[in-house]
């Protein structure tokens, strides 16, 4: 159900991972790569990741929001370069009720972010940068 | 004790393979990182700005390394 993947994320066979009768509502979240990065064009983004730790703390994520909430997850998060506009991650959340799946979906994105070692490097007009947090450091070479 | 550390983020522009050490017993992750800094002044301070991780948890950086751990230093993550 946690996967770090370096080809296109497939939305809807993620969905189908959570889509069981018990569940009346599914709640998808999609992060795409945007154009502007806090003001600075970005041509396309380079993911890296510690994968087989990034894969443990996702299956980690799952079994939390499985104690919070009556739900199913499923998430992917691509590596590799990634397109404007393409997805970089997906969270799938299904309940019984959408009142947790918003919820749940919410947390397991927020989570992601913290926990989940991801990291970006935008690719600009002026250079490479790779994002650590709130800064942005200058990538050795365009590759 | 033989130990393999991971870098990432900026620091993987300077060893983007896993690197192998030696270390005494009895080191600790903060250790590791002033064994860096002498390899590569550029590493030096990584386990402030990093959280460490060993064989894919996260840990505090005082925690003793034993024999064959994977040493991983984690910059602020950027994933999402």
Redesign the interface.
């Known amino acids: 159900m946690c996967r770090i993947v370096r080809e296109a994320i497939d939305v809807r066979a993620l969905e189908a991972r959570v889509s069981r009768v018990a569940n009346g509502g599914i709640v998808t979240f999609v ?1 795409q790569v945007r154009e502007l990065s806090r003001g600075r064009e970005v041509d396309y983004l380079e ?4 994968v ?3 894969e ?1 703390q996702m299956r980690q994520i799952v079994v939390a929001a499985r104690e919070r909430w009556p739900v199913d997850v499923a998430m992917e ?1 691509r590596i590799g370069r990634i397109e404007l506009g393409e997805a ?2 997906v969270v799938c959340v299904g309940s019984p009720h959408r009142g947790d799946a918003f919820e749940a979906c919410r947390w397991c ?1 927020d989570t ?9 490097k935008e690719v600009c007009p002026d250079g490479a940068f ?6 942005a ?5 365009l590759e | 004790m033989r130990i393999t550390v991971r870098l990432f983020g900026h620091y993987s522009d300077y060893a983007a393979e896993p690197l192998e050490m030696e270390m005494p017993d009895g080191a600790t992750i903060g250790d590791v990182a002033v064994t860096l800094a002498g390899r590569d002044q550029r590493l030096a301070g990584i386990d402030k700005s990093c959280r460490a991780a060993v064989n894919e948890e996260y840990c505090r950086s005082d925690e003793p390394v034993h024999e064959a751990d994977e040493v991983a230093f984690i910059p602020p993550m950027s994933g999402g």
């Open positions: 992060g993911y890296d990741a510690y087989p730790m990034a443990k998060h970089s991650v994105i992601l972010k913290e926990t989940v070692p991801i990291w970006k790779w994002i650590e947090g709130e800064d450091v200058e990538a050795k070479e």
